[in-house]
C-alpha cells in the first residue's frame, strides 16, 4: 500500500473538533447529524453545519464519512432515508451504518454511495469481512479486539479471494469498550439506555468485581497503538481511527497530530505523547488486543492523577496544533505580465482544478520594475488559507510595473475561486424509496419451542422433556460422544456457533465439518462473522438474537443471505415484535438469562492470579451484590443477566411470531426440566425473574 493512499481519520464531535481535526493533518472525518448517532451524546451537525462541514473539509482535500450507525425501528426507517438522501446531495464521501435493513435500502436508494460496516457490525473474523465485500461494502470497521496476525489474516484473506478492493479500518487511539461492539446490552437491561442506538449509559463504568478484583473489573484503560501504525499498515489496514466525537477539540488535536507524525514516519516528540496522556487516559494506555495479551494489565480507571493532568497549561499547548490553518494543498502559479494586456494570474491545484483571474493593464516602471522575485515572493503568501504554493511561474515583459496591492488581491481573489471550486462535488444519485410497510402474519398454536444449552457436561443434562423442541442447540464444543448418546435419543440437534471467533474460524470450521459428516447441518450464528462461516459449509443457519435485527428490511437482508429463520432483538418489545413484517420466519428469546456482554478480555483475568483457576463460569458482583455469571466460550466471555427472562405466563400475549426460544445457561437439569414445565402449562414464574425489555422498550 503506496504512502498516500493510507488514511488518518479523526473523529468531529462540534465544529471546533472539526477544525481541530482537519487543521492537525485528518484525511478523513467521521462525525454524526442530530439523529441515529452512535455518539447521540455529542453536539453533533445539523443539516445546515453539515452541509459547511462538507464544504469546509472538501475544499481542505479532506474526506467526509457521515455516521448513521445506529439500530432503527421500523417508524424511523424512512427519516433516516431522508437523511441519507441529503448528505448524498451535500455530498458527504461514505455512510457508516451498523443496520443491515438500512444497508438494505441504501444500496437500491444509493447504489454508488460508499458504504462503511461500522464497528457496531461486530466483524472479526475473515470470512465475515469477505461475506460483507461481497455484498458491496467498501470498508469494514474492524473490531477493537484483534490482535495484529488476526489483522493480517482477514488482509490475506481478502487478497486471495480476489477482494483486496476492500478497505479496512481499525481504531489506533480513544477509549475501550468492555464488550465488543454491537454485543453490548448491559445499558439496555439496567436503564433502557441502548447501546445500539447511541444511548450507553457507561454500566460498565461503574463497580463490578470478580472475587480477587479491583472492584473495576469491566473497566479497561483506553486504547493507544498510534506509534504502530506502520505495523497495521502492513498488516493491511488502510485508514487509521482516533475515537473521540464526545472528546474536546485539544484531544483530536493531539491524536491527530501524533498520528499525523506517524503516519508520514516522524518522530512523535516525548511531551505530545505525555500531553496525550494527560489530556484523557485511563491509568494510561494499553496495547493488548493487538499484541495478543489479554489480562490484568489492560484493565484501568480514571484516577485523580489522570483528571489533574489535564491542565490549563497542557490545553495551552495543545490549541496551538489547531489555531491556525494547516497548509496541505499544493498548488502551481503562473502570472504573465505584458504591455498593453491585463495581468493574468492562473493557480493550478493538485487535482488539476485550475483558476485564472485578471487584473489591470500594466504600467511603465518609472522606478523599480516588477520581477519575477518579487511576483514569486508575494504569491507564496498564502498564509491563512489551506494552500501552500510549491512553484511560481513568472512571465514578464521588462520594465513593466504593477501595485503589489494588485498582486495580492489578484492572489486572494483567486485561491478564493480556487476553494470554492474544490468544495464542490457532484451529488451521488439517489433513488428516494419506501421501506416496506407490511406485518408478518403468523398463526402458530400452540407456539413452537426451541432450547439453546450454552453447555453440555452431560447427555443426562438435557432431561426428556426437552425432545417435544423442534430444534434443540447444543454448543459446538460439545464432546463427540455426547452428541451420540442424545442423537440415539432421537434428539432434533443443531449446534451453537460462538460468537466471538477471534483467530478462531478455521477450528470452527473443522468442527462444523465433523457435525456435518454426523448429519447435524443445523447452525445457529449470532453474528455475521458465524454467518459466514456457516454459509461457507452450506449449513442451514438460524439467525441469533445478536444479529440485532429490529426492522423487517433487516430480515429481508438476512433472508438475502439464505438464512432460514431469525430471532429478533430482545431490544425490541413485544408489540414490536409483532409489527414486523417481511416472509423470513421468526422467533423470541422466551427464557434464560440474557447475555449483557461479549468481552474477549474476561472480567476474571482482573483477578491477581488470572483466571486459570475458573472452571468455566465465574460471578461479578455489583454495587448492590447481585450476581452476574460470567461463562467462556472459545476465548470470550459472556456475562450473563442475574436474574433470568421468562415469559411463561405471557404466552397468549405474544402474536405474529413463529416460534419461541428457551435459553439454558448455569441451570442443572432439574431447573431446565422445571422451567420447561412452566412453559408447557403456561404457568407464573417462581422466584426472582424479569421481562427484559419486553414491555418497557428501549430509547
Same mark, same amino acid.
Given at each position: 500500500?503506496?504512502?498516500?493512499?493510507?488514511?488518518?481519520?479523526?473523529?468531529?464531535?462540534s465544529?471546533?473538533?472539526?477544525q481541530?481535526?482537519?487543521?492537525?493533518?485528518?484525511?478523513a472525518v467521521?462525525?454524526?447529524?442530530?439523529?441515529?448517532?452512535a455518539?447521540?451524546?455529542?453536539?453533533n451537525?445539523?443539516n445546515?453545519?453539515?452541509k459547511?462541514?462538507?464544504?469546509?473539509?472538501?475544499?481542505?482535500?479532506? %474526506?467526509?464519512?457521515?455516521?448513521?450507525?445506529?439500530?432503527?425501528?421500523?417508524?424511523?426507517?424512512?427519516?433516516?432515508?431522508?437523511?441519507?438522501?441529503?448528505a448524498? $446531495?451535500?455530498?458527504v464521501?461514505?455512510?457508516?451504518i451498523?443496520?443491515? =435493513?438500512?444497508?438494505?435500502l441504501?444500496q437500491?436508494?444509493?447504489?454508488?454511495?460508499?458504504?462503511h460496516?461500522?464497528?457496531? /457490525?461486530?466483524?472479526?473474523?475473515p470470512?465475515?469481512?469477505k461475506?460483507?465485500?461481497e455484498?458491496?461494502i467498501a470498508?469494514?470497521?474492524?473490531s477493537?479486539?484483534?490482535?495484529l496476525?488476526?489483522?493480517?489474516?482477514i488482509?490475506?484473506?481478502?487478497k486471495?479471494?480476489g477482494?483486496? +478492493?476492500?478497505?479496512?479500518?481499525?481504531?489506533?487511539?480513544?477509549?475501550?469498550?468492555?464488550?465488543?461492539?454491537?454485543?453490548?446490552?448491559?445499558?439496555?437491561?439496567?436503564?433502557?439506555r441502548?447501546?445500539?442506538?447511541?444511548?450507553?449509559?457507561q454500566?460498565?463504568?461503574?463497580?463490578?468485581?470478580?472475587?480477587g478484583?479491583?472492584?473495576h473489573?469491566?473497566s479497561?484503560?483506553?486504547?493507544?497503538?498510534?506509534? @504502530?501504525?506502520?505495523?497495521?499498515?502492513?498488516?493491511?489496514?488502510? $485508514?487509521?481511527?482516533?475515537?473521540g466525537r464526545?472528546k474536546?477539540?485539544?484531544?483530536?488535536?493531539?491524536?491527530t497530530?501524533?498520528?499525523?507524525?506517524?503516519?508520514?514516519h516522524?518522530?512523535?516528540?516525548?511531551?505530545l505523547?505525555e500531553?496525550?496522556?494527560?489530556?484523557?487516559?485511563?491509568?494510561g494506555?494499553?496495547s493488548?488486543?493487538?499484541?495478543?495479551k489479554?489480562?490484568?494489565n489492560? #484493565?484501568?480507571?480514571?484516577?485523580?492523577?489522570?483528571?489533574?493532568?489535564?491542565t490549563?497549561?497542557?490545553?495551552?499547548?495543545?490549541?496551538?496544533?489547531?489555531?491556525?490553518?494547516?497548509?496541505?494543498?499544493?498548488?502551481?502559479?503562473?502570472?504573465?505580465?505584458?504591455k498593453?494586456?491585463?495581468v493574468?494570474?492562473?493557480i493550478?491545484?493538485?487535482?488539476g482544478?485550475?483558476?485564472?483571474?485578471?487584473?489591470?493593464?500594466?504600467s511603465?516602471?518609472?522606478?523599480?520594475?516588477i520581477?519575477?522575485?518579487?511576483?514569486?515572493?508575494?504569491?507564496?503568501?498564502t498564509?491563512?488559507t489551506?494552500f501552500?504554493?510549491?512553484?511560481?511561474?513568472?512571465?514578464?515583459?521588462n520594465?513593466?510595473?504593477?501595485?503589489i496591492?494588485?498582486?495580492?488581491?489578484?492572489?486572494?481573489?483567486?485561491?478564493?475561486q480556487?476553494?470554492?471550486i @474544490?468544495s464542490?462535488?457532484?451529488?451521488?444519485?439517489?433513488?428516494?424509496? %419506501?421501506?416496506?410497510?407490511?406485518? +408478518?402474519?403468523?398463526k402458530k398454536?400452540?407456539?413452537?419451542?426451541r432450547?439453546?444449552?450454552?453447555?453440555?457436561?452431560?447427555?443426562?443434562?438435557?432431561?426428556? &422433556?426437552v425432545?417435544?423442541?423442534?430444534l434443540?442447540?447444543?454448543?459446538?464444543?460439545? %464432546?463427540a460422544?455426547i452428541?451420540k448418546?442424545?442423537?440415539?435419543?432421537?434428539?432434533?440437534l443443531?449446534?451453537? /456457533?460462538?460468537? =466471538?471467533?477471534?483467530?478462531?474460524?478455521?477450528?470452527?470450521?473443522k468442527?462444523?465439518e465433523?457435525?456435518?459428516? /454426523?448429519?447435524?447441518?443445523?447452525?445457529w450464528? =449470532?453474528?455475521i462473522?458465524?454467518?459466514?462461516?456457516?454459509k461457507?459449509?452450506?449449513?442451514?443457519i438460524h439467525?441469533?438474537?445478536?444479529?440485532n435485527?429490529v426492522?423487517?428490511t433487516a430480515l429481508?437482508?438476512?433472508q438475502?443471505?439464505g438464512?432460514h429463520?431469525?430471532e429478533?432483538?430482545?431490544?425490541?418489545?413485544?408489540?414490536? $415484535?409483532?409489527?414486523m413484517?417481511?416472509?423470513l420466519?421468526?422467533?423470541?428469546l422466551?427464557?434464560? @438469562?440474557?447475555p449483557?456482554?461479549?468481552? @474477549?478480555? &474476561?472480567?476474571?483475568k482482573n483477578?491477581?492470579?488470572?483466571?486459570?483457576?475458573?472452571?468455566?463460569?465465574?460471578?461479578?458482583k455489583?454495587?448492590?451484590?447481585l450476581?452476574?455469571?460470567v461463562?467462556?466460550?472459545?476465548g470470550?466471555?459472556?456475562?450473563?443477566?442475574c436474574i433470568p427472562?421468562?415469559?411463561?405466563?405471557?404466552?397468549?400475549?405474544? $402474536?405474529?411470531?413463529? #416460534?419461541?426460544?428457551?435459553?439454558?445457561t448455569?441451570?442443572?437439569?432439574v431447573?431446565?426440566?422445571?422451567? #420447561?414445565q412452566?412453559?408447557?402449562?403456561? %404457568?407464573?414464574?417462581?422466584? +426472582?425473574?424479569?421481562?427484559?425489555?419486553?414491555?418497557?422498550?428501549?430509547y
Amino acid at each position: 500500500m503506496k504512502q498516500q493512499e493510507l488514511e488518518l481519520l479523526a473523529p468531529a464531535g462540534s465544529w471546533d473538533s472539526l477544525q481541530a481535526a482537519v487543521r492537525s493533518g485528518a484525511n478523513a472525518v467521521y462525525l454524526g447529524g442530530n439523529l441515529f448517532s452512535a455518539r447521540a451524546a455529542a453536539k453533533n451537525f445539523d443539516n445546515d453545519t453539515l452541509k459547511e462541514a462538507v464544504i469546509y473539509c472538501h475544499g481542505r482535500g479532506v %474526506k467526509v464519512y457521515l455516521a448513521i450507525n445506529t439500530l432503527l425501528l421500523n417508524h424511523e426507517l424512512q427519516q433516516a432515508l431522508d437523511f441519507a438522501e441529503y448528505a448524498c $446531495s451535500l455530498p458527504v464521501d461514505a455512510i457508516i451504518i451498523q443496520d443491515p =435493513g438500512l444497508l438494505y435500502l441504501l444500496q437500491k436508494a444509493a447504489p454508488h454511495l460508499p458504504l462503511h460496516a461500522s464497528t457496531q /457490525m461486530s466483524i472479526h473474523a475473515p470470512e465475515g469481512v469477505k461475506l460483507l465485500a461481497e455484498q458491496g461494502i467498501a470498508r469494514v470497521v474492524l473490531s477493537r479486539e484483534l490482535s495484529l496476525p488476526e489483522i493480517k489474516e482477514i488482509s490475506d484473506t481478502l487478497k486471495r479471494s480476489g477482494l483486496a +478492493h476492500m478497505e479496512l479500518e481499525h481504531f489506533v487511539h480513544g477509549a475501550l469498550c468492555m464488550s465488543v461492539s454491537g454485543q453490548c446490552y448491559f445499558s439496555s437491561l439496567l436503564g433502557s439506555r441502548s447501546g445500539n442506538r447511541g444511548q450507553c449509559a457507561q454500566t460498565c463504568r461503574l463497580p463490578f468485581s470478580v472475587q480477587g478484583g479491583t472492584g473495576h473489573d469491566l473497566s479497561l484503560k483506553d486504547l493507544s497503538v498510534i506509534d @504502530r501504525i506502520s505495523e497495521l499498515a502492513e498488516a493491511g489496514v488502510t $485508514s487509521f481511527k482516533i475515537e473521540g466525537r464526545m472528546k474536546r477539540p485539544e484531544y483530536i488535536a493531539a491524536a491527530t497530530t501524533a498520528g499525523r507524525l506517524a503516519l508520514d514516519h516522524q518522530t512523535i516528540p516525548e511531551n505530545l505523547i505525555e500531553n496525550l496522556g494527560a489530556v484523557f487516559s485511563r491509568s494510561g494506555f494499553t496495547s493488548g488486543y493487538l499484541d495478543g495479551k489479554l489480562g490484568r494489565n489492560m #484493565f484501568g480507571i480514571r484516577t485523580k492523577q489522570d483528571v489533574t493532568g489535564a491542565t490549563s497549561s497542557v490545553f495551552a499547548e495543545l490549541h496551538g496544533y489547531y489555531k491556525n490553518e494547516r497548509q496541505s494543498v499544493p498548488i502551481t502559479c503562473a502570472i504573465t505580465i505584458k504591455k498593453e494586456q491585463p495581468v493574468t494570474l492562473s493557480i493550478t491545484d493538485c487535482n488539476g482544478n485550475c483558476v485564472t483571474v485578471t487584473g489591470d493593464i500594466p504600467s511603465q516602471a518609472i522606478n523599480r520594475p516588477i520581477d519575477v522575485q518579487r511576483c514569486s515572493e508575494q504569491l507564496k503568501k498564502t498564509g491563512g488559507t489551506p494552500f501552500l504554493c510549491t512553484a511560481v511561474t513568472c512571465s514578464i515583459e521588462n520594465e513593466l510595473s504593477i501595485p503589489i496591492s494588485m498582486l495580492n488581491q489578484l492572489r486572494r481573489d483567486a485561491l478564493d475561486q480556487l476553494l470554492a471550486i @474544490r468544495s464542490r462535488h457532484a451529488a451521488i444519485a439517489f433513488t428516494p424509496t %419506501k421501506p416496506p410497510a407490511d406485518t +408478518h402474519l403468523s398463526k402458530k398454536n400452540p407456539l413452537p419451542l426451541r432450547a439453546v444449552f450454552t453447555s453440555v457436561p452431560n447427555a443426562a443434562h438435557i432431561p426428556a &422433556c426437552v425432545s417435544q423442541c423442534e430444534l434443540i442447540f447444543i454448543p459446538i464444543g460439545t %464432546k463427540a460422544t455426547i452428541v451420540k448418546e442424545l442423537q440415539n435419543r432421537g434428539l432434533p440437534l443443531a449446534i451453537t /456457533m460462538p460468537r =466471538g471467533m477471534f483467530g478462531t474460524e478455521r477450528l470452527i470450521e473443522k468442527k462444523l465439518e465433523q457435525f456435518l459428516k /454426523m448429519g447435524i447441518a443445523d447452525v445457529w450464528a =449470532g453474528t455475521i462473522n458465524s454467518v459466514a462461516a456457516a454459509k461457507k459449509m452450506g449449513c442451514a443457519i438460524h439467525g441469533g438474537y445478536s444479529l440485532n435485527a429490529v426492522n423487517t428490511t433487516a430480515l429481508m437482508w438476512y433472508q438475502k443471505l439464505g438464512l432460514h429463520d431469525m430471532e429478533l432483538s430482545y431490544e425490541l418489545t413485544l408489540k414490536q $415484535s409483532a409489527q414486523m413484517g417481511g416472509e423470513l420466519p421468526r422467533g423470541i428469546l422466551l427464557y434464560g @438469562r440474557l447475555p449483557l456482554m461479549l468481552c @474477549r478480555n &474476561c472480567p476474571g483475568k482482573n483477578e491477581k492470579n488470572g483466571c486459570g483457576s475458573c472452571s468455566g463460569t465465574t460471578y461479578l458482583k455489583d454495587r448492590k451484590g447481585l450476581e452476574f455469571p460470567v461463562q467462556c466460550d472459545h476465548g470470550c466471555s459472556d456475562i450473563l443477566n442475574c436474574i433470568p427472562l421468562t415469559m411463561s405466563d405471557k404466552i397468549a400475549e405474544i $402474536s405474529n411470531i413463529d #416460534f419461541g426460544v428457551l435459553r439454558f445457561t448455569v441451570e442443572n437439569s432439574v431447573e431446565i426440566e422445571e422451567t #420447561f414445565q412452566q412453559f408447557f402449562e403456561q %404457568k407464573m414464574p417462581m422466584g +426472582h425473574y424479569t421481562r427484559g425489555l419486553y414491555e418497557k422498550g428501549i430509547y
